[in-house]
């Protein structure tokens, strides 16, 4: 490089320089066996990534199943509709609520009391009886499950052994007009334990409904394969006088929960009502709001038919 003057040998390589820094610098490479080669990173840079591109995804949040929700709404809408079929199933059994005196071929007294169990499972309504003298049935409670379509009967006999029977109805549902030319209901009710106890002993309940005031307890016994064999018969009169079972017939004495015939009067909200026995009468209690909507929406509907 000649320069005229110094001024202008200092003027050129200024220029130089300043034109030099402005390129871009590229990165150092190194030959590979095959003779290509590979560009070699500067310490503090990093490679890009496909991901920095990208948005990060918000974490998929699990569904719970009892919380509020269209999941939740639907497990809740699942459970209502099971009571509602339990309830359906039990209804043409409500003829058994009430207090009852037996007594057996073996000259053993038995009193029964039926009532509505709606507060020991509320998923899973039932009646139950408790007779203090019973022999065969101490204590019971009977349901249905609509899964399986059958009916489920656990029971406690008076030695405190439980045993469980399951089964349906043998002879259908009827109301027949008797002599009063009121409804009598009968039916036959067969419940049966799946399989024999640590005894070797299989046990079967028959309830057999005659009419509205008077039902046959019939109790079967075998060994391993040998047939059923009755073992003992406890007729049953009810107390009191007897119940209809047209709705019409209940007039304001319907019950609110249950929707037989009244028995006892409850008040809510400065309004009377009726229910049926002390199951009916503890749900009622427990919550009354509940009862009387559905009551309430049940009356208008049949006052709109």
Request: net charge positive; hydrophobic share 30%; charged share 30%.
């Given at each position: ?7 202008t ?17 590229a990165?150092?490479?190194?030959s ?12 503090d840079?990093?490679?890009a ?6 948005p ?11 919380a ?5 709404t639907?497990?809740?809408a ?18 058994l ?5 037996g007594?057996s ?11 509505w ?24 409670r009977?349901t ?6 059958e009916?489920?009967f656990?029971?406690?006999?008076g030695d405190?052994?439980?045993r ?5 109805f043998?002879?259908?549902?009827q109301?027949v007009?008797?002599d ?5 209901r ?15 002993e299989q ?33 049953t ?14 007039g ?21 009502y ?10 009622f ?15 208008k509907?049949?006052m709109?038919?």
């Amino acid at each position: 490089m000649k320069c005229d003057t110094i001024g202008t040998c200092f003027l050129v390589l200024a220029t130089t320089l300043t034109l030099g820094c402005a390129k871009s610098v590229a990165p150092p490479q190194t030959s590979t066996s095959d003779g290509s080669t590979n560009q070699v990173l500067a310490a503090d840079s990093k490679p890009a990534r496909e991901s920095d591109s990208k948005p990060k995804r918000k974490p998929i949040k699990p569904i719970e199943i009892n919380a509020s929700g269209s999941a939740g709404t639907t497990a809740a809408a699942d459970t209502g509709e099971r009571v509602e079929s339990a309830r359906a199933a039990l209804k043409p059994l409500q003829i058994l609520i009430g207090n009852w005196n037996g007594t057996s071929r073996k000259a053993m007294l038995d009193q029964p009391n039926w009532v509505w169990d709606l507060k020991t499972d509320p998923k899973q309504p039932a009646i139950r009886i408790k007779s203090e003298k019973g022999q065969y049935v101490r204590d019971g409670r009977l349901t249905f499950s609509p899964a399986s379509q059958e009916y489920e009967f656990t029971a406690t006999d008076g030695d405190g052994k439980q045993r469980v029977f399951r089964g349906n109805f043998s002879q259908e549902v009827q109301d027949v007009a008797g002599d009063d030319k009121k409804l009598q209901r009968t039916y036959k009710l067969e419940l049966t334990e799946p399989k024999a106890d640590t005894d070797g002993e299989q046990w079967r309940v028959v309830i057999n409904q005659q009419e509205n005031n008077r039902y046959i307890l019939e109790v079967d016994r075998k060994r391993g394969s040998s047939p059923f064999l009755r073992i003992d018969t406890i007729n049953t009169q009810r107390e009191g006088t007897s119940f209809a079972l047209s709705d019409t017939d209940y007039g304001e004495k319907t019950c609110v929960v249950s929707q037989g015939l009244g028995t006892t009067s409850v008040s809510y909200m400065g309004k009377s009502y009726w229910v049926c026995c002390s199951g009916c009468k503890a749900a009622f209690e427990d919550d009354p709001a509940k009862w009387v909507a559905k009551f309430e929406a049940l009356t208008k509907d049949k006052m709109s038919k």
